[in-house]
């Protein structure tokens, strides 16, 4: 699995848009990039995925660049509940296989009141 | 929907003693993953059922730790003769396996070890 590179921390006001960047810069084309969060003493949460083209679920946004080196979380609308470790993975999808995850360092996002 | 269940969520044991913990998956999820985390630490994968395949068992630290997984769906991960070293939060996740291409895990809450 490709090498991904996150900020150690961050900070973002509540109510305000939190961009998370991910550099992927070794990503081949078969990989997907994964997004999960871990929020203090709880076990991992998955936020969502893509492959190529952006995606946008109840909880987040995955903007992919063009060239897949790089990926950006998004947050639209941060809460104090949002304050958590993320964690950018990428991973090839083998079908009919499926394999164990290897989280890096995450980055801590602090929402701020 | 009913997600990952794991019990107990904390479990304080004596040295040398033997624990087992449970891992209740998603149902209809094939593939079930054990597991644990130490204190600020990453990930660290221990075992991994797909089915009825014979588990991946190569996560594993020592031959303390072994792990069954009943009719495809429950799970339980055994610790015989703990050390002070096993306590860490053990985490059991399931995803769809080999139905699925993009194999999403989902985790459940974790159980909270720590050996005296």
């Known amino acids: 699995d490709a090498k991904t590179t996150q900020p150690p921390s961050m900070d973002c006001a509540e109510g305000r848009a939190a961009n998370l960047p991910c550099n992927h810069s070794t990503i081949s084309g078969n990989e997907y990039v994964y997004w999960y969060r871990q929020i203090h003493s709880q076990g991992p949460q998955y936020i969502i995925h893509g492959l190529k083209n952006n995606e946008t679920n109840e909880m987040a946004s995955l903007i992919i660049t063009e060239d897949r080196k790089s990926s950006t979380l998004i947050l639209p609308h941060a809460t104090l509940r949002d304050t958590a470790v993320y964690y950018c993975i990428v991973r090839v999808a083998i079908p009919g296989s499926a394999r164990q995850l290897t989280f890096g360092s995450g980055t801590q996002l602090t929402v701020l009141p | 929907g009913a997600g990952v269940s794991q019990s107990p969520s904390n479990k304080v044991t004596e040295k040398g003693k033997d624990v087992e913990l449970r891992c209740d998956p998603i149902?209809?999820?094939?593939?079930l993953y054990w597991y644990r985390q130490s204190l600020g630490q990453g990930l660290e994968f221990l075992i991994y059922f797909q089915g009825n395949s014979a588990p991946d068992k190569s996560g594993l630290p020592s031959d303390r730790f072994s792990a069954e997984r009943t009719g495809g769906s429950v799970s339980t991960l055994t610790i015989q003769r703990t050390q002070q070293e096993d306590s860490a939060v053990y985490l059991c996740a399931s995803s769809l396996g080999s139905l699925s291409q993009r194999d999403t895990q989902y985790f459940g809450p974790g159980t909270r070890l720590t050996v005296l």
């Open positions: 149902s209809g999820h094939t593939a």
